[in-house]
């Protein structure tokens, strides 16, 4: 499993860095706009990402734009988005406006921080990732 993790709290970040290292490469992104070149490039080249986790709240571009621009850029491509990249979005924030919106835009679960390993890794086999 190819995984992108977009996170700007370096904690948060080395969280899951070391909890999905055991499931294959990990690559970061620290805000939304790394992770929209990092997910156009990992495609061009011919080896997309499998997962990308990605916080809602960062600097220069939020998880909610970059998430909707990889859909658009899935889209553009002709993929629809239950055939791409599977999208766990990540945050802190609880507010149930922010979870429809992450839906809406084609996220494919939501996990609050901090995050539980055994939601994470029961997310995992839901998208058919792990076993």
């Known amino acids: 499993m190819k995984t992108l993790i977009v996170e700007d709290d370096f904690t948060s970040r080395l969280f899951l860095q070391t909890y ?3 499931f294959g490469e990990c690559h970061i992104a620290v805000n939304g706009k790394e992770a929209v070149e990092a997910f156009w490039m990992a495609s061009k080249s011919g080896a997309p990402y499998d997962l990308i986790c990605m916080d809602i709240m960062m600097p220069e571009m939020d998880g909610m734009e970059a998430l909707e621009r990889i859909r658009n ?10 055939n ?3 999208i766990i979005m990540t945050t802190a924030v609880t507010d149930m406006k922010e979870v429809m919106q992450s839906f809406r835009e084609l996220c ?4 609050f921080k901090p995050i539980d390993t055994a939601k994470l890794l029961a997310e995992l086999k839901s998208l058919k990732l792990v076993k």
């Open 20 to 22: 999905l290292s055991r």
């Open 73 to 82: 850029t899935e889209e553009a491509g002709g993929t629809l988005s239950h």
């Open 84 to 86: 791409g990249v599977k």
């Open 108 to 111: 494919d679960a939501y996990l």
